[in-house]
């Protein structure tokens, strides 16, 4: 286990966690109510994506584990259970803080192994996710990527990315930056569901705008499209139609996958929620993490379609190849640019 400062006893009644070495903290707020941090001391930031894998970058850093945004569909909710912990609840409620991820980055972009290779940030959860507001661990570590000009992206779901504006700004006329807002959908009920610790898709939107009038690029990955909840003609438009408006540099489209960890929790969310969809989810998913090629390439074409018709130029066209981190870089697979 990486952080081998924590822990899980299965024993205790309540599933504590016991840690050795890392602060355990609650935070009283709203907005923390039930949310515990593991601050730890990692021994390494900089990831290398392990082999063989097809997403296209090779280098990874995330200073958070778990996500209060709470994504019921998070591609990412296994990674919890390498550190003992669940893909459910504990994966939106314990959030492993790498409380020395500055200092490291600066050590290892010095070291004399490292080439300034891209690093991609937000691959595994989201860097601005909400108790980045009170960590500030990124404007540290994009200080120290510009101090080294050292390329990298971000994907991310949170507006809090606006506060590092001006250093991202900075950071994008010293060397390579990319960054991509995940929005799925901007319909108003399907967001509030199913990424209920999320900025609305309507913030995103502007900070997508922002960014790019700042001069930072900003994509957006239309991620993920839910089968029967956001893949209606009319809903895939209305969205196509608003990521154009807010001038998003390119749009990659890509449908729900549903791997170990997520996959039994958004089925027990939808038993709950929408229970005479899931005979069809089996339908979707029944042979795998991935729905059948045809429904994924008739999506693609859809939303190829709306692009061309609200403004978005075609790019290269692929499928989203099977990834061991969570999503792939956005003008990789993604289909269209200005
Ligand atoms: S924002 Fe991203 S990392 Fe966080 S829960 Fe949602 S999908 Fe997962």
Redesign the pocket.
């Known amino acids: 286990m990486r952080w081998d400062n924590l822990q899980l006893i299965p024993d205790q009644p309540d599933n504590a966690l016991i840690t050795k070495g890392a602060v355990v903290r609650t935070i009283d707020t709203p907005e923390f109510r039930g949310v515990t941090f593991f601050e730890i001391q990692a021994r390494s930031i900089i990831n290398r994506v392990p082999g063989p894998s097809r997403v296209p970058f090779e280098w990874t850093l995330n200073p958070y584990r778990g996500?209060?945004?709470?994504?019921v569909?998070?591609?990412?909710?296994n990674t919890h259970t390498y550190l003992d912990l669940d893909a459910g609840h504990d994966?939106?409620t314990k959030i492993i803080v790498k409380i020395n991820a500055v200092e490291l980055l600066r050590r290892e972009l010095a070291g004399p192994r490292w080439q300034g290779e891209p690093i991609a940030m937000?691959t595994?959860?989201?860097p601005y996710?909400r108790c980045e507001g009170r960590y500030r661990l990124m404007p540290g570590i994009i200080q120290a990527l510009i101090d080294y000009r050292n390329p990298f992206s971000i994907l991310?779901?949170?507006t809090l990315i606006l506060r590092d504006l001006d250093l991202l700004t900075e950071a994008a006329s010293r060397t390579r930056v990319s960054t991509a807002m995940?929005i799925g959908t901007t319909h108003p009920d399907a967001w509030r569901a199913t990424?209920p610790?999320?900025p609305s898709p309507r913030a995103r939107l502007h900070a997508v705008a922002t960014l790019n009038e700042a001069g930072v690029p900003c994509s957006v990955l239309m991620a993920p499209i839910l089968p029967y909840l956001t893949d209606s003609p009319a809903q895939l438009e209305a969205t196509v139609k608003e990521i154009a408006e807010a001038g998003a540099t390119g749009l990659t489209p890509l449908v729900l996958h549903l791997r170990t960890g997520a996959r039994e929790w958004w089925l027990q969310w939808l038993a709950r929620e929408h229970p005479r969809l899931v005979p069809r989810y089996q339908e979707l998913y029944g042979r795998g993490a991935y729905a059948p090629k045809a429904y994924q390439q008739r999506i693609s074409a859809q939303v190829a379609e709306l692009a061309r018709k609200h403004g978005i130029r075609e790019r290269t066209v692929r499928q989203a190849p099977p990834a061991k981190t969570?999503a792939p870089e956005p003008e990789q697979l993604g289909l269209f640019g200005r």
């Open positions: 996500c209060t945004h709470a994504c569909y998070c591609f990412a909710r994966f939106d937000g595994n959860v989201d996710q991310t779901k949170g995940s990424e610790g999320t969570k």
